[in-house]
Nanobody, 121 residues
Framework: QVQLVESGGGLVQPGGSLRLSCAAS????????MAWYRQVPGKQRELVAT???????NYADSVKGRFTISGDNAENTVYLQMSNLTPEDTAVYYC???????????????WGQGTQVTVSS
């Protein structure tokens, strides 16, 4: 079983910063990519940023220039540095990982439990 454990959420004022972390552990052979999504009540979960094992990144237009995703492949951990936060960034942030359990390469996906980010004065 593979687990994703997120941390770093909380309450921050507009214009502030937060750093989220997500660590993967368990029966992992290889992680192909990790990503951050976010969801607000009544809306679909949306992709925020992705980080691949080859260190390439991708961002939603709404966070470009403000958020930075990075990873530590040796530690199976991905980070999301969020800056210049606005109330519209308030959401539950979820980590997602695509991985294989063996050299066979069959891919699986797992979600973290989510961490609340609230941007408010």
């Amino acid at each position: 079983q593979v687990q994703l454990v997120e941390s770093g959420g909380g309450l921050v004022q507009p214009g502030g910063s937060l750093r989220l972390s997500c660590a993967a552990s368990g029966s992992l052979f290889r992680i192909y990519d990790m990503a951050w999504y976010r969801q607000v009540p009544g809306k679909q979960r949306e992709l925020v940023a992705t980080f691949t094992a080859g260190d390439s990144t991708n961002y939603a237009d709404s966070v470009k220039g403000r958020f930075t995703i990075s990873g530590d492949n040796a530690e199976n951990t991905v980070y999301l540095q969020m800056s210049n936060l606005t109330p519209e960034d308030t959401a539950v942030y979820y980590c997602y990982a695509q991985y294989s359990k063996s050299p066979l390469g069959i891919r699986y996906g797992n979600w973290g439990q989510g961490t609340q980010v609230t941007v408010s004065s």
